[in-house]
């Protein structure tokens, strides 16, 4: 039921005053304070939802208010609140009030509308000028009081137990108030548009109930980057302590960490102290070592964060995945013009590479940034990089992870991973776009290796990703053969590989190649072994043809030197090497063709990329 | 094919280190390239006197990369001076990579890359110790960039 400017003007604050006094007072006296709210009838007078809200109070306020002291405290906040406010409306209703009368206007308490007054005697138009000047102050004091009661009316219903309690900071707003009490949205623009009204403190509220707060989809990268770092720094302080405490643990039994002098396990009858001893450490041990498990990720990530003023921390999680997770932006992606979401593929871990990552994103937007400015029209549009480390890219033994060699083979060879991280890459970009300002971004997708892989099916995820065009290099396959399967336009595909990348292999059918695939180094053996199979039959490896091969697909340049750059001038650009060094800048400086071209296509200047001779 | 980012092995990184402590502070180069900058824009503007420059984007700092990526370095990409919608002929063009290159050598910035040479679209690179590099470049907007390579900043030293 709605409030009318009768049911304002009816309003006593001091009345609900006297349930804040009541219930504050005694909080802790739970019993008194029940009896106390059980003999105030402030609410008699009231229409409303606040009204209807009551018919089932008094009796269960009072059980609900003995069995839970806090409770009472929550009804007395929540009433001196609605006291405020309500002051705050009639102050508003006044002056309005007043306004009106020198106008020779009035209020109409029962149809809420501003009309003339008695005393009015002029033009019809001063009358509708006035009321356009007037009725939307009218409105705006109505909606507020419609919050402030529906507030009150949900202090009581929880009173009464007809609403759980909920720990929520409280919203004068209802449809926040009953998005706090409920899981966050999951679609990206739905979480955009809530979080976009959210005060700090229920930002805050929200990060103390759930520290990957941060890598909701949608919310603002400024956001992100600010729960994330808490969540970091929390996970930091708590994975060095276990570390420290795994030390002291190994430093008092040295033999035991290395697996010797173990006693023997008790039996029946043969109980013995040191067995007990062993076990009382091992669980400590354990559970140390398992508490600071991500603690090199978590100091890579730290380390990366804290290199540039410019970067923000897009994800943190160690608890989805097998491995720990993290994306860093570098330039701020809800502003920027340009973004780009660089997904990277074998081995890949976060200790290991989110610096390196963050490194080349880096370079690559610095560079990006250069051919924009060099551009007549573009000198002043702005490029995020985004390093993305969202999935678990396969692990091959031997490298990184030593144990993990079965697992990773099966990992290289199938696409089950890169379906799971397409899935939430999609959700990624989703996220960057739900949060952009001023419309969407130009949003490039950059995979690399297995990486390129994951990219090629998120762009295939369902729905519009909001991905302007995307970059493959070194990639074993994408699982799609023209643009559009992609969910791009043609022209809008680009690929590259240098002539010994290995992972060729993945594609060459003959036979010769049974006899070298098992020659290659790890992991590429087992790429070329696996695909070669399928590639008997269907003339491509296990994840499609190779894109870099695919006259649907633009081909861009790797070689060295001075080249022509297929615009009648001539480059000089450092060429790349086998299966790494496409983004990599050289150590010594300079710029290969791949950094230029990775740049060029970020940059929206894909006509300026030096194409493959 | 081993992990992505392979550390740098311990003989190397420390060949490293004593490289960086060889060369100026990082303090010190960032100003040094900045002035190298302020000079190229100089006489570029003596040669078209009509040039307004600006500034668009900021800066952008980071560690050092390999090899130096054990070490305390850092390193720093200064912001582009541009000058937009500006008719530098191909004499004119020259005398303002003649004047790049003479004061990248003051920085030992002796390495040259030329992206891209035509009429009308030019993009020049001179790289020095720990690519430490002077860009100029033309495509209808002058540009002139900045890069300190890897330094060890000065309390590092």
Not at chain 1, 414 to 439: E, R, S
Not at chain 2, 39 to 59: D, V
Request: with cysteine; glycine share 8%; aromatic share 6%.
């Amino acid at each position: 039921m709605t409030v009318t400017v009768a049911d304002i003007e009816r309003w006593s604050a001091e009345s609900v005053r006297e349930v804040f006094h009541a219930a504050g007072a005694r909080g802790t006296a739970t019993l008194e304070a029940s009896r106390q709210l059980s003999s105030l009838a402030v609410f008699d007078t009231w229409e409303g939802s606040t009204a209807e809200a009551r018919k089932h109070s008094n009796a269960s306020i009072r059980q609900d208010l003995d069995a839970h002291g806090n409770e009472s405290l929550a009804v007395a906040k929540a009433a001196g609140k609605a006291a405020n406010d309500i002051e705050h409306v009639q102050s508003e209703l006044r002056a309005l009030r007043a306004d009106a009368a020198e106008l020779h206007m009035t209020i109409d308490p029962v149809s809420n509308k501003i009309v003339p007054g008695s005393s009015f005697n002029g033009p019809p138009m001063e009358a509708l000028i006035a009321e356009m000047q007037l009725q939307p102050r009218l409105d705006a004091i109505l909606a507020e009081a419609n919050s402030v009661d529906a507030q009150l009316a949900a202090a009581i219903n929880m009173a009464d137990g007809d609403v759980p309690m909920p720990a929520a900071p409280h919203d004068n707003r209802p449809e926040i108030q009953q998005a706090l009490s409920q899981p966050l949205p999951t679609d990206p623009r739905q979480l955009h548009d809530l979080w976009d009204k959210l005060t700090p403190e229920e930002k805050d509220w929200l990060y103390s109930r759930n520290h990957n707060i941060g890598n909701a989809n949608g919310m603002a990268a400024n956001d992100r980057d600010h729960y994330n770092r808490l969540n970091l720094a929390d996970q930091l302080t708590s994975a060095t302590a276990a570390a420290g405490r795994a030390d002291a643990l190994r430093a008092q039994h040295p033999d035991w960490a290395q697996g010797h002098n173990i006693p023997s396990p008790n039996e029946p009858g043969a109980i013995f102290d040191d067995r007990l001893a062993y076990e009382d450490w091992q669980r400590q041990y354990d559970a140390a070592r398992g508490e600071s498990k991500y603690l090199p990720d978590l100091q890579a990530v730290s380390k990366a964060v804290q290199a540039s003023p410019d970067r923000k921390l897009m994800l943190l999680d160690t608890q989805t995945g097998k491995q720990a997770r993290a994306a860093i932006a570098v330039g701020d992606p809800d502003t920027a013009t340009h973004v780009s979401v660089t997904a990277p593929g074998l081995n890949t871990t976060v200790h290991g590479a989110i610096e390196g990552m963050a490194s080349e994103a880096t370079n690559v937007r610095t560079e990006a940034l250069r051919q924009l400015s060099l551009t007549p029209g573009h000198a002043n549009e702005s490029v995020s990089a985004i390093a993305w480390i969202g999935y678990d890219p396969p692990q091959v033994s031997g490298f990184d992870q030593p144990g993990a060699s079965l697992a990773g083979g099966w990992g290289v060879s199938h696409d089950d991973i890169a379906h799971a991280g397409a899935h939430d890459l999609a959700g990624f970009y989703d996220g960057i776009q739900a949060a952009h300002h001023d419309g969407p971004a130009d949003l490039t997708a950059i995979g690399h290796s297995y990486g390129s892989l994951t990219t090629g099916l998120a762009l295939q995820e369902p729905g519009d990703h909001g991905v302007s065009r995307a970059l493959f290099y070194g990639s074993p396959g994408i699982e799609a053969s023209a643009p559009q399967q992609l969910h791009l336009q043609p022209g809008h595909v680009f690929t590259m590989e240098t002539p010994d990348d290995p992972i060729q292999w993945v594609y060459d059918g003959p036979p010769i190649a049974h006899g070298v695939a098992p020659l290659l180094p790890p992991p590429f053996n087992i790429l070329a072994e696996d695909a070669l199979a399928g590639a008997d039959a269907s003339g491509a490896g296990h994840f499609g043809p190779n894109p870099a091969t695919n006259p649907n697909f633009t081909h861009l340049g790797t070689a060295p030197s001075v080249i022509s750059d297929g615009h009648g001038g001539t480059l000089n650009l450092q060429g790349a090497h086998g299966h790494s060094d496409y983004p990599r800048f050289p150590d010594g400086g300079g710029l290969r063709t791949t950094n230029y071209n990775i740049a060029a296509v970020l940059a929206g200047l894909g006509n300026q990329a030096v194409p493959q001779k | 094919m081993k992990q992505p980012y392979e550390p740098t092995p311990p003989t190397a990184a420390a060949k490293a280190t004593e490289t960086l402590k060889s060369l100026p502070s990082f303090e010190d180069t960032q100003t040094q390239v900045q002035v190298a900058i302020t000079q190229i824009t100089a006489t570029a503007s003596q040669l078209i006197p009509s040039i307004t420059w600006e500034t668009p984007h900021e800066g952008s700092g980071d560690n050092c990369e390999r090899p130096y990526e054990q070490t305390d370095g850092k390193r720093y990409f200064l912001p582009d001076r541009v000058a937009t919608n500006v008719v530098v002929s191909e004499p004119t063009w020259a005398k303002i990579q003649e004047a790049a290159k003479g004061v990248a050598a003051q920085l030992e910035a002796t390495q040259m890359q030329v992206m891209k040479d035509e009429p009308g679209n030019h993009d020049v690179g001179f790289y020095g110790p720990t690519g430490l590099f002077i860009k100029v470049g033309y495509r209808g907007n002058l540009v002139v960039s900045g890069y300190t390579g890897c330094r060890l900043p000065r309390d590092k030293k």
